[in-house]
């Protein structure tokens, strides 16, 4: 055999050697988080080569998730969109709203009145993941969040999301809220492919506002190489959620974890799949042997399904119930404990909205703090959390109450 034949003959038995262990590499982290006790319920993965949107590996990619605020990659869509319409200008200013400045952490703090500049709210979405931020561009653009969250599911529909809906741009819970790894790859695939121009601010290290510093959330782009976006998630309903894009000899791949018991194994385990995805798709090896089944059809999860709306938001449930947390002589300190509040469940709390209710008495009023716009059997369940602890709480109902502002 000449030394030519041979060295083809040998680098052929290393491509099929390289593509076996990746594929078994693969197989494994694959089937060892799908079948872990601790994701039985929510974990979801997927590797997508990003050049053909194909679809390398994947456990539960259909199964209905909590996005927390990987939603934020939509809302980033549609402010990417509106500056390649020309409708909005990097310098637009954005006025904060009273209920933008009520959002939970994560959040920007900026007060009620108060504007950011579009540039500085993408910035302030992609590093601190800014709630108030997030509720400011969709107030932006629509009359209400709940506006914009139709305009977020009917963009999702036009892109090929088929099992997503969202309620509101920042992430915070909704249970009818809903996605899954295989909608999010398209998104993030989306961003990639229809605003090249824009996509470099997801790799923004960190971002500097009226003297504070803020870190971005994604420690793969300091920790991983070929790391250059997109977005990080955390909501207690979810666990930890990560979309990462990275890029290899030219090869540019899409990954995705939900679920992660902490930020630091979410990171882990994105590692090694990025690392057996590269390998898969080296040499040209992963084009003979990984065809992608059709996706089957989303699971039912009967824990949201009987509460989540529909597209239309047309079967909304009897949400005029509402947590209070104390009645005060001023409307300062009645917010600042609602929004407290919030704080300590805002799993339960955190898309709700911050009612101050004034009651008159004889000689003064008192001011009573509620948060808003849940049923009664999850504002039962935030009352208890709030017990636990140590916040002083009564479930009351809204039904008949006006109230004409958030504060």
Request: hydrophobic fraction near 40%.
């Amino acid at each position: 055999m000449s030394d030519a034949k041979e060295h083809q003959t040998q680098t052929g038995r290393l491509a099929i050697l390289r593509f076996a262990c990746a594929t078994l590499a693969m197989a494994v982290i694959f089937t060892a988080l799908a079948v872990s006790p601790a994701f039985a319920a929510k974990y979801a993965a997927l590797i997508m080569d990003a050049d053909t949107g194909r679809v390398l590996k994947s456990v539960e990619p259909d199964t209905p998730i909590y996005p927390a605020s990987l939603t934020k990659m939509m809302t980033l869509y549609l402010v990417f969109d509106a500056l390649q319409r020309k409708e909005w200008a990097l310098e637009k200013p954005l006025k904060v709203s009273a209920r933008a400045a009520s959002q939970p952490a994560s959040r920007l703090g900026l007060p009620a009145g108060s504007t950011i500049a579009v540039k500085d709210a993408i910035l302030a979405l992609v590093t601190k993941s800014a709630n108030d931020i997030a509720t400011t561009v969709a107030e932006g653009m629509d009359k209400s969040e709940r506006d914009f969250a139709l305009r977020m599911t009917s963009m999702a529909r036009k892109l090929g999301m088929k099992n997503t809906t969202f309620r509101n741009a920042s992430g915070l819970f909704h249970r009818g809220q809903m996605t899954t790894a295989r909608d999010m790859a398209v998104l993030a695939r989306a961003l990639l492919r229809d605003f090249p121009q824009h996509y470099h601010y997801f790799s923004t290290p960190a971002f500097t506002y009226k003297g504070q510093t803020h870190r971005n959330h994604n420690g793969l782009l300091d920790s991983y190489d070929g790391v250059d976006g997109i977005k990080t998630g955390y909501i207690n309903a979810s666990g930890f959620n990560l979309v990462a894009s990275a890029t290899r000899d030219g090869r540019r791949l899409i990954g995705l974890v939900f679920g992660g018991q902490s930020a630091i194994t979410r990171n882990r385990q994105m590692s090694q799949l990025l690392d057996a995805g590269f390998a898969m798709i080296s040499d040209g090896a992963a084009t003979t042997e990984v065809a992608e089944a059709p996706p089957p059809p989303a699971k039912p999860d009967t824990t949201v399904a009987s509460a989540a709306p529909d597209e239309a938001g047309s079967s909304e449930p009897d949400d005029d119930w509402a947590v209070q947390v104390g009645a005060y002589r001023s409307r300062g300190p009645a917010y600042e404990a609602a929004r407290h509040a919030i704080e300590k469940a805002p799993s339960l709390l955190g898309d709700g909205i911050i009612k101050i209710v004034p009651l008159k008495k004889k000689k003064h009023t008192l001011y009573r703090a509620r948060i808003v716009g849940f049923d009664k059997g999850r504002a039962d369940t935030a009352c208890r959390t709030l017990e636990r602890a140590g916040v002083a709480c009564l479930v009351v109902s809204m039904k008949g109450v006006q109230v004409a502002s958030n504060l």
